[in-house]
C-alpha cells in the first residue's frame, strides 16, 4: 500500500467579485480579500492496485459523497495509466458548508496527497489548479483555492487558478487571531446562480478590492467587508446583531464569512477569549473556534511505499 498526507489551511472571504466569465475554467475565479486560518484539513491517501478504479471518501471517520474530492480524484488517476483502490481520509477541523473553506481544503490537500502517491511529477500550482477545476466544476468556490495556496491575510487581484491569479498579502502582526461563530451553511451553489445576488455582488466587489490595495490593513479589510455584507443584504439578523455587540464592545475588526452563518473577528490573542464568550451567545448551538493566521499555504505533510 502507497500513501501519503497533506495539509490546507481553512480560508475566510470577506468580500469578492466573480470572475466567471472566461470560457477556461482555469481562467475563471473571484478577486477578493480574506484570510487563511490554521484550522484546516488533512488528508491521508492510501493507495492499493486493483483491477479497477474505486473511490472512498471518508470526513472525520464517516464515508461520504464528497463531490469535490472525489472529482480530483478522478482527474488524477485520468493521469496514469494503472488501477487503484483510492481510500481519501479527511480529518476536518472546520465547519462544513460554513464560509471557512472546507470544500476547498479537502480538495486541495488531496490533490497534493495524491501527486505524491501516484508519483505523479506535478508542481506545486499544476496539483493546486486540479483542485481549483473541482471546486469550478461543482460549483462550491471560485478563489479558494487561490488563497490557499499563498496563506496570509489575502487580497486576490487577479482572479484564476494558483499560477493564474495573482495574490497580494497584507502585513499583519504574528500576535494576531481569528475567532469564528458558525450556526452553518448558506449555499454558494444557490448564491453564486442567483442573477439579484450576482450583480450586488460585482458592483461593489470589484472597486472593493482596488479600494484594499490602496489602504492594505486589517482595519481596511474589515470595514469593507461588513459594508459588503450589508450592502449585499447577505448579513442575517443574528450575524448582524454578534457583529454590532462585538463593537459595543471594542472588537471592530469583525464581520460575516462568505458564504456562511458565520462572524469573523480578528484580534490580539490575549483578547481571543473575550471574543470567544460573546460568540457563544450567538452561536451556542453552532461551532465556535479560535484559530492562529496560517502563512504557509497548503503543503504536503509526507508519504511513504509499503512493499
Keep these: 500500500m502507497t500513501t501519503a498526507k497533506a495539509y490546507c489551511p481553512g480560508h475566510i472571504t470577506g ?6 466569465q472566461p470560457k477556461d475554467p482555469l481562467k475563471k475565479g473571484s478577486r477578493g480579500a480574506g484570510v487563511s486560518i490554521e484550522k484546516g484539513v488533512i488528508t491521508t491517501v492510501s493507495l492499493k492496485p486493483a483491477d479497477q478504479n474505486m473511490i472512498k471518501v471518508l470526513i ?10 472525489k472529482s480530483v480524484v478522478k482527474h488524477m488517476l ?14 476536518v477541523e472546520i465547519p462544513i458548508g460554513a464560509g471557512i473553506g472546507a470544500s476547498g481544503a479537502g480538495a486541495f490537500s488531496a490533490a497534493l496527497a495524491l501527486n505524491k502517491a501516484l508519483n505523479l511529477g506535478l508542481t506545486y500550482d499544476k496539483a493546486a489548479q486540479i483542485a481549483h477545476l473541482a471546486e469550478i466544476v461543482n460549483k462550491t468556490g471560485l478563489g479558494t483555492v487561490l488563497a490557499q495556496s499563498r496563506g496570509g491575510v489575502e487580497i ?24 469564528c461563530g458558525s450556526l452553518g451553511p448558506i449555499e454558494t451553489k444557490k448564491m453564486l ?16 478590492v482596488n ?7 486589517i482595519e481596511k479589510l474589515m470595514e469593507l467587508s461588513k459594508q459588503f455584507a450589508a450592502e449585499t443584504g447577505l448579513m442575517s439578523e443574528k450575524v448582524k446583531n454578534a457583529v454590532k455587540e462585538l463593537e459595543r464592545n471594542g ?5 460575516m464569512a462568505m458564504f456562511g452563518e458565520t ?10 477569549n473575550q471574543v470567544l464568550n460573546i460568540l457563544k451567545k450567538y452561536f451556542d448551538k453552532g461551532i465556535i473556534l479560535i484559530s492562529n493566521i496560517n502563512f504557509t499555504g497548503a503543503r504536503i505533510l509526507g508519504g511513504n511505499i509499503d512493499v
Excluded: Q, W, Y
Aim: charged share 25%; proline share 7%; with cysteine.
Design 251 to 255: 472588537f471592530v475588526n469583525a464581520s
Design 15 to 20: 468580500f469578492f467579485e466573480i470572475c466567471d
Design 156 to 179: 486576490r487581484v487577479k482572479p484564476g487558478a494558483p499560477g493564474i491569479g495573482h495574490v497580494d498579502l497584507i502585513p499583519v502582526d504574528p500576535d494576531t487571531v481569528v475567532v
Design 78 to 91: 485520468k493521469l496514469t495509466n494503472k488501477n487503484f483502490t483510492v481510500t481519501i481520509n479527511h480529518k
Design 60 to 69: 472525520n471517520g464517516i464515508e461520504t459523497e464528497a463531490p469535490v474530492t
Design 211 to 217: 479600494e484594499l490595495v490602496k489602504n492594505a490593513s
Design 263 to 272: 462572524v469573523f473577528c480578528f484580534v490580539e490573542h490575549e483578547k481571543a
Design 193 to 208: 446562480s442567483n442573477p439579484e445576488i450576482r450583480e450586488k455582488i460585482n458592483k461593489i466587489g470589484g472597486r472593493m
